[in-house]
């Protein structure tokens, strides 16, 4: 089997994507048109244009503008739901699925109808795919500690439905120490937690993601090769990076796919997934980062098995759960 068949066939899971990334232009022009809302494009190829991003700010700003357009709990569904439908296509058999409460619940968008959405959508990808998921609630990082601590107030009734809480939007400028004690207090309600260090902000933000909000997984992590000592603690904790290559050629993070240190890190050692972060946005589901990853970077078979079994490894699943899957990817090369 050649590596792109082994891609496409292999069971992998996925564990940094945003939902309000995945929102593809047909659907938003759908949703858009439901609701009554207007967007400032006029067709889907207008939409596509405006993606030419040269930071992550630039991308935000967008993605921000097309969440505008999710008001029923119906319209987090049909998100969702399309996203499960990718799901199954690329193989991927698992999802921990980031949605950011605050994008919605400051434009009156009450927390509950995000979430039942979402929650319905996961429901029917379980009975009708076969796809696992959980979902994780990020805040985000531009507003302020009080806002978030609002956020996990409203999350508590629906503390079943939500495995853990994230951080993301704009890094540089608003550190993980800014959510020092609202990650305690998450941790001390039951949520696992991540956040995202090192996409654009400096390795003392890992640091930081580690230490004061003492993360089960970084987010992102690729500036962490500039910190020896950093490197070394991720490979001796065996602390899980996910890693979003496509998002990083879009968000020039690295100027040219052939620079990006994804494989370089897992020669040495460290624990790394592959990922879509905005899949609708940066040009790629979680298939697509793996070819692009693979033509750029020569990516052996063994080193994307290897990259299937890291991301069950990573996962929030059973231990249980997870050598099901394993077993899975292993079977491929009996
Ligand atoms: N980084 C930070 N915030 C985000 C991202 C990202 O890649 N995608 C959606 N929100
Ligand atoms: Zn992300």
Redesign the pocket.
């Known amino acids: 089997m050649n590596q792109f068949d082994l891609i496409r066939v292999i069971p992998k899971a996925e564990l940094h994507v945003?939902i309000?990334?995945t929102f593809e232009p047909e659907l938003m022009f759908k949703i858009a048109q439901r609701n009554q809302i207007e967007i400032p494009y006029k067709s889907v190829d207008e939409i596509k244009q405006a993606y030419n991003f040269h930071n992550?700010q630039s991308?935000?700003d967008i993605?921000y503008a097309g969440a505008n357009v999710l008001i029923q709990e119906q319209d987090f569904y049909d998100l969702a739901w399309a996203y499960f439908e990718k799901c199954a296509e690329d193989n991927v058999v698992h999802s921990e699925i980031?949605f950011?409460p605050q994008t919605h619940t400051d434009r009156g968008v009450a927390f509950d109808t995000v979430i039942l959405g979402l929650k319905r959508a996961c429901d029917d990808a379980l009975e009708k795919l076969g796809i696992s998921s959980h979902l994780i609630m990020?805040f985000l990082?531009h507003l302020s500690e009080d806002s978030a601590f609002e956020t996990l107030k409203q999350a508590l009734p629906h503390k079943e439905h939500i495995i853990g809480v994230g951080l993301?939007?704009?890094?540089v400028g608003h550190p993980p120490a800014k959510f020092e004690r609202v990650f305690a207090q998450a941790k001390a309600e039951g949520f696992l937690t991540v956040a995202?260090a090192g996409?654009?902000g400096p390795p003392e933000y890992i640091w930081e993601a580690l230490d004061l909000l003492q993360v089960n997984r970084i987010?992102?992590g690729v500036r962490s090769e500039e910190d020896a000592q950093l490197m070394q603690r991720l490979i001796n904790e065996k602390m899980p990076l996910t890693v979003?290559p496509l998002?990083n050629l879009k968000?020039c993070v690295v100027e040219d796919m052939s620079q990006h240190n994804i494989r370089r890190l897992l020669q040495k050692g460290v624990h790394v997934t592959v990922n879509s972060?905005?899949p609708s946005y940066f040009g790629g589901y979680m298939n697509d980062n793996f070819i692009a990853i693979t033509q750029a970077l020569n990516l052996t078979n063994d080193e994307i098995k290897t990259l299937a079994i890291n991301s069950f490894e990573a996962s929030f699943i059973s231990t249980e759960q997870k050598k099901l899957y394993i077993d899975q990817v292993n079977n491929l090369f009996q």
């Open positions: 945003h309000e990334g992550l991308f935000l993605y980031f950011d990020c990082r993301d939007s704009s890094e995202h996409e654009e987010d992102h979003c998002s968000l972060d905005d």
